[in-house]
């Protein structure tokens, strides 16, 4: 199992509630995607169901770690969107059937360990009918059961489900951090390379570790290009299509679609005035295409070449930062 960085507040927290015999039925963990809540979500269910005094983050050989990490541990239920042959999470969201599903483990007794636990990751991709039945779960909870609720997004969350979780807040990691992340996760790249990871993560190693080896620099640049110059002979957005076209390129594909809004948003904040309502506007209409580009299969060069469009509409007379 990955190995959690950082977050020593968060684990502290979470120790002490476990040895003080209080532990909250549920935890809302929240913060930015890629940052490390799913992973922690994973450890504190094996610490729980191992049970006992110790480290927070259990050797990979430990027996409860194995049974979770393969889903196997009769005490233990994880949920998320489906995966796809290569692991790839597809739908929109956890289906309420998911929640339903629960029932035996809510209602039966532990097999292997004191606690049963249930991970969601993340609760936000809970369809409506999804959200009120696990409000039901919380609202009267069984003995013995802890709810971990991963979140990306809590303010979309039912008020009635905030209402009865404890919350812990996530933040992206430091530099040094980051840095340490993703040389224990990537040993074989260069000093470089892991340089414009540490940029492109933003303190989410989980985004940069995904986008190891998709040649972020390079889509950067490309963007960087089309928006300074306008692409006026359009040469900058037929590469893109081209590169990002095929099949092989979905992974790259789906950080290029990552990347637009980042891009946009480092234009937007070099201006003012007129300059800044703008790239304020491109960002809107970007992040619409890229959400939209996925969960509905758009066609993939025409959103490519709509996005490039978008970039290079940037193109023209700034009012600099000042400061």
Same mark, same amino acid.
Request: charged letters at 20%; aromatic letters at 4%.
């Given at each position: 199992?990955?190995?959690?960085? $950082?977050?020593?507040?968060?684990?502290?927290?979470?120790?002490?509630?476990?040895?003080?015999?209080?532990?909250?039925?549920?935890?809302?963990?929240?913060?930015?995607?890629?940052?490390?809540?799913?992973?922690?979500?994973?450890?504190?269910?094996? =610490?729980?169901?191992?049970?006992?005094?110790?480290?927070?983050?259990?050797?990979?050989?430990?027996?409860?770690?194995?049974?979770?990490?393969?889903?196997?541990?009769?005490?233990?239920?994880?949920?998320?969107?489906?995966?796809?042959?290569?692991?790839?999470?597809?739908? =929109?969201?956890?289906?309420?059937?998911?929640?339903?599903?629960?029932?035996?483990?809510?209602?039966?007794?532990?097999?292997?360990?004191?606690?049963?636990?249930?991970?969601?990751?993340?609760?936000?991709?809970?369809?409506?009918?999804?959200?009120?039945?696990?409000?039901?779960?919380?609202?009267?909870?069984?003995?013995?059961?802890?709810?971990?609720?991963?979140?990306?997004?809590?303010?979309?969350?039912?008020?009635?489900?905030?209402?009865?979780?404890?919350?812990?807040?996530?933040?992206?990691?430091?530099?040094?951090?980051? =840095?340490?992340?993703?040389?224990?996760?990537?040993?074989?790249?260069?000093?470089?390379?892991?340089?414009?990871?540490?940029?492109?993560?933003?303190?989410?190693?989980?985004?940069?570790?995904?986008?190891?080896?998709?040649?972020?620099?390079?889509?950067?640049?490309?963007?960087?290009?089309?928006?300074?110059?306008?692409?006026?002979?359009?040469? $900058?957005?037929?590469?893109?299509?081209?590169?990002?076209?095929?099949?092989?390129?979905?992974?790259?594909?789906?950080?290029?679609?990552?990347?637009?809004?980042?891009?946009?948003?480092?234009?937007?904040?070099?201006?003012?005035?007129?300059?800044?309502?703008?790239?304020?506007?491109?960002?809107?209409?970007? =992040?619409?295409?890229?959400?939209?580009?996925?969960?509905?299969?758009?066609?993939?060069?025409?959103?490519?070449?709509?996005?490039?469009?978008?970039?290079?509409?940037?193109?023209?007379?700034?009012?600099?930062?000042?400061?």
């Amino acid at each position: 199992m990955t190995r959690l960085l $950082g977050h020593r507040d968060q684990i502290d927290i979470f120790l002490d509630a476990m040895a003080s015999g209080r532990m909250h039925h549920a935890w809302l963990l929240a913060g930015p995607s890629g940052i490390g809540k799913g992973l922690f979500a994973r450890a504190a269910a094996a =610490r729980l169901l191992a049970g006992g005094e110790g480290d927070f983050q259990l050797p990979d050989d430990h027996p409860t770690v194995r049974l979770v990490h393969a889903r196997s541990h009769p005490d233990y239920q994880l949920l998320e969107r489906a995966r796809d042959e290569d692991g790839e999470q597809t739908g =929109r969201n956890i289906p309420v059937d998911a929640i339903r599903g629960l029932q035996p483990l809510l209602t039966g007794t532990p097999s292997l360990s004191a606690a049963r636990v249930i991970v969601i990751d993340a609760v936000d991709e809970l369809e409506r009918g999804g959200a009120n039945a696990l409000l039901k779960s919380l609202e009267e909870p069984p003995p013995g059961v802890v709810f971990l609720l991963v979140s990306h997004a809590p303010g979309r969350l039912l008020p009635t489900i905030r209402s009865r979780v404890r919350t812990l807040v996530f933040k992206p990691l430091g530099e040094g951090e980051m =840095r340490g992340a993703l040389t224990a996760a990537l040993p074989d790249e260069a000093a470089a390379t892991i340089d414009d990871l540490v940029l492109t993560g933003a303190g989410a190693p989980g985004t940069a570790i995904a986008a190891a080896g998709l040649d972020v620099a390079g889509l950067d640049r490309a963007l960087h290009a089309i928006g300074a110059s306008g692409d006026p002979d359009r040469t $900058g957005r037929l590469a893109l299509v081209k590169a990002l076209g095929g099949k092989t390129a979905q992974a790259r594909y789906r950080l290029f679609l990552e990347r637009v809004p980042h891009s946009i948003a480092a234009v937007a904040r070099q201006r003012r005035g007129v300059a800044l309502a703008r790239a304020l506007a491109a960002w809107e209409e970007a =992040r619409a295409l890229t959400g939209a580009a996925v969960l509905l299969s758009l066609d993939v060069p025409s959103t490519v070449w709509k996005l490039g469009t978008i970039v290079a509409g940037l193109a023209g007379p700034a009012s600099p930062a000042k400061g």
